[in-house]
Structure formats: structure tokens, C-alpha cells
């Protein structure tokens, strides 16, 4: 691309990237959308989602899940039913 004797122009730059990362948001969103309903291993970590407040962890499978529960579940693993994605985030329930 480099040896092209054209350059991209700078809009066309930025509007191919606006365009990847909303891509990229909607495949994320539907794929995090195939697993509501689903109950899951996730490894909880050890401090709460300073936005929500929640628990937060990781599934088996790398789905970044928020929901409710004590702080006794904190740096273990728990069984979460994913019930809803709001915000590009998934909630779930102990």
C-alpha cells in the first residue's frame, strides 16, 4: 500500500474507521445477545464494577458479565444466568 502513488484522503480515513468500529460494535452486541438465557462459569474478580457498583467477571468463554451478589462470591467462580445486554454490557444473576 505503502509503493501506491496515491494517498487515501484523511476523511475517507476516518470515515473507514468510524465505519470498522460500528462494525465491530454490532458484531459484539449480537454475539454477546446469543448467550441471554444462557447460565454460565464466570470467574468473579476481586473489586466491583466502580460505575455499577455489581460484581463483574469473565465467562469460560470471555463474555465480560455484570450482576448482582456478595461480596463473599469476590475472586471466585460463580454459576451466572446472563439475562439482558444493555449498553454493550451483559447482566446477569446469581
Not at 441471554?36 to 470471555?62: C, F, M, Q
Not at 451478589?69 to 439475562?83: F, H, N, W
Amino acid at each position: 500500500a505503502c509503493e501506491l502513488p496515491e494517498r487515501v484522503p484523511a476523511h475517507a480515513i476516518t470515515a473507514r474507521c468510524r465505519r470498522l468500529r460500528q462494525l465491530g460494535e454490532e458484531k459484539r452486541s449480537r454475539f454477546h445477545r446469543a448467550f441471554v438465557g444462557e447460565r454460565v462459569s464466570v470467574a468473579v474478580e476481586g473489586r466491583r464494577d466502580p460505575a455499577t457498583g455489581l460484581l463483574k467477571g469473565i465467562s469460560s468463554n470471555y463474555l465480560p458479565i455484570l450482576f448482582a451478589g456478595p461480596d463473599a462470591l469476590k475472586c471466585s467462580v460463580a454459576e451466572v444466568r446472563i439475562e439482558r445486554e444493555r449498553d454493550g454490557r451483559l447482566l446477569g444473576a446469581v
